[in-house]
């Protein structure tokens, strides 16, 4: 089982660039490389931090490449020699150590939307994540289902009809997650019944949101079920209670217990979600002495 975190490293820290839309539009795409080649050199520093702390789970920021999917963007990224030097560097890490990396595309990647135009670049940005998890030899791309417009099982439905409209790599990637306020748990395994997608388990929106007689049990059996590989889960522990959907700096022991009580025994590597990053992935190895 691996433990991961998010993005940013505090302990470090790690420094992250990014660019205004403006800025590339006066200094042209240049600029765009500058921030990525420095961006990428930072993930590799980030990983070598996390070597030397035994964490082997790290999800990438979605804004290594600063608009990689807008229609600005005319240098190819993936045949620059710099930036492929530098994918290759993480690439190595990643297979020297076992280490599993993944990519969250933003909120607003929504394949499920009644607008067209929403879709397109919804799918531009998900073939913007597929191609540098490609180069990095990462294995995960979460995605929310979406809005529900007024009628979930309608846009359900435009979802799967998305779905099975994508390519096949971006199919291999995706792992659809249930969210805090519309698509349950239970939802999201409709959704993947109907396309065979992998579905990653958050459990802290799962508290948040579920149908009243649901059985977490069962519902954990059927995720790994989607799964060819170990499962990807995420965990978080809430602000002020267990159903406040903002997260905490940590997360608690008595959340993490839960959700292995659900693994019983199971392997899965776990996401944490929490404000503190790598720092709550130590503070949780100390205390359960992991």
């Given at each position: ?15 992250f660039k990014s660019c205004r839309l403006k ?176 579905v990653c388990f958050d459990i802290h929106h ?48 008595t959340d993490f217990q839960y959700l292995m ?30």
């Amino acid at each position: 089982m691996k433990l991961g975190y998010a993005c940013i490293n505090m302990s470090m820290p790690s420094k992250f660039k990014s660019c205004r839309l403006k800025t590339v539009e006066e200094q042209g795409l240049g600029k765009v490389k500058e921030i990525a080649v420095h961006n990428l050199a930072e993930v590799v520093r980030v990983l070598e931090w996390n070597i030397a702390h035994d964490i082997y789970f790290f999800r990438m920021s979605s804004d290594l490449i600063p608009f990689a999917s807008h229609p600005i963007m005319t240098w190819e990224w993936q045949r620059d020699a710099d930036i492929l030097a530098l994918t290759a560097e993480i690439s190595r890490l990643r297979e020297l150590h076992d280490m599993r990396l993944s990519m969250h595309p933003g909120q607003y990647t929504i394949i499920n939307s009644p607008r067209e135009d929403v879709v397109e670049k919804a799918i531009a940005e998900l073939t913007y994540h597929q191609q540098l998890l490609d180069l990095v030899g990462g294995t995960d791309m979460i995605l929310h289902i979406g809005g529900a417009y007024g009628d979930k099982k309608s846009a359900s439905e435009r979802f799967i009809q998305a779905y099975n409209g994508l390519s096949e790599d971006i199919q291999r990637l995706l792992r659809l997650e249930n969210d805090d306020k519309t698509y349950t748990a239970m939802d999201v395994l409709g959704i993947s019944k109907a396309t065979g997608a992998t579905v990653c388990f958050d459990i802290h929106h799962h508290i948040c949101n579920h149908e009243a007689d649901v059985d977490v049990t069962q519902i954990v059996t059927d995720v790994f079920k989607t799964w060819k590989t170990t499962p990807k889960m995420h965990i978080s522990s809430g602000k002020t209670g267990p159903t406040d959907r903002s997260h905490h700096d940590l997360i608690h022991e008595t959340d993490f217990q839960y959700l292995m009580g659900l693994l019983a025994g199971r392997d899965a590597d776990i996401m944490f979600e929490a404000k503190q990053k790598e720092r709550s992935v130590l503070t949780l190895r100390e205390t359960v002495k992991w």
